[in-house]
């Protein structure tokens, strides 16, 4: 990968992490009232998350040849990683919301914008199996490190049929088993996110695909005819179009997408003053993910709601803070070792980037 493709990786990802937080502003009591709030939603919903996949299955495939040669250390890496914030945030939070809880004025909003902590018990099963989960953005580092592991464990298998037997799981399986069973949310997550980091890890290894998915395309255009289709079909066709031919196309609807932000990416890292913001946000996009939800975002969008203020200005005011707030305490705590081992995994965040 040279380094005019891995800024269009890195830009995309930065585009991405933007598109989490305001996706996040649009709270139901937001987009329920606003169609054009619910259409803009309904669009980054289509693609804003399998992006981080597919470039997570992109770097995946060009470091496999070091991961090959230790296997456990790259699952117990990912582990520190991944699994130590989601278990401190979530025990930060439950505890946030039980604090909360005490509190009669506070309850009241708690009660209307909340997940209600309950007893102890309750906490530690919704921690420990994600079921219900007061934190719902924690289910990325989970369904991650499982795709992770999932993969290095697999590693031998062809690319090719590995793809294949994601792509028919998540597209046909998943919606079979959820005819019949209650699927776990970590579960559903996990089917519905893998093809994705396959895909990335597909089309890397081939060198002339990869070269095509990373540069400008006509992606952009094809991802706004097929998502304007879908939409017309879905209002007044929703009863004919369902089944498997629902299925197909909003999986290629995704795949368009992903490739659209690629495409879009490829044009904007050629602007150095576009490539410099876009890898400051890619830099910081795991400090900005873990700690923009639940409080900041919703918590202060629907603040914002109860006391009627308008959807122009809640969105982009909450925006700013999702992405603020986390940077300041990044940029406070950054040189701290505790905070870097049990909020960020051990990760640390590159000042000059």
Known sequence: MDQQQSNTIRCAKGIAILLVVLGHTMIPGIRDNNPVVYYIWSVIYIFHM????????????????????????????????LLVPYFVLSFIIYLTLFIGSL????????ETYFHSPGSVQNILFEIFTYEGHAAQHLWFVLVLFLI???????????RIVFAV????????GLHILKMYFHVPDIIDYFIFEIPFFAVGRLIVSNKKLFGKAVSFNLSPVLFAGMAAVYFILTD????????????????????????SLFSVSAVLQKSQKCLKVLCFFEKRSYPIYLLHQPF???GLAGLMVHFDIPVFVIIPAVTAAGIGVPLAVNHFLENSRL???????GRKINKTA
């Open 50 to 81: 399998p992006v981080f996949f597919c470039a997570s299955g992109i770097l995946f495939e060009l470091n496999l040849q070091r991961y090959k040669k230790d296997p456990l250390r790259f699952i117990g890496s990912k582990a520190r990683l």
């Open 103 to 110: 509190i009669p004025q506070v309850q009241k909003l708690m």
């Open 148 to 158: 992770f592991a999932v993969n290095i464990l697999f590693r031998n298998v062809n």
């Open 165 to 172: 037997i994601c792509i028919l799981l998540s597209v046909f």
């Open 236 to 259: 007044n066709y929703s009863g004919s179009f369902d089944g498997p031919v629902r299925w197909i196309y909003l999986f290629i609807m995704r795949v368009t997408g992903i490739a």
């Open 296 to 298: 900041i975002v919703s």
């Open 339 to 345: 905070y870097n081992l049990l909020i960020l995994g």
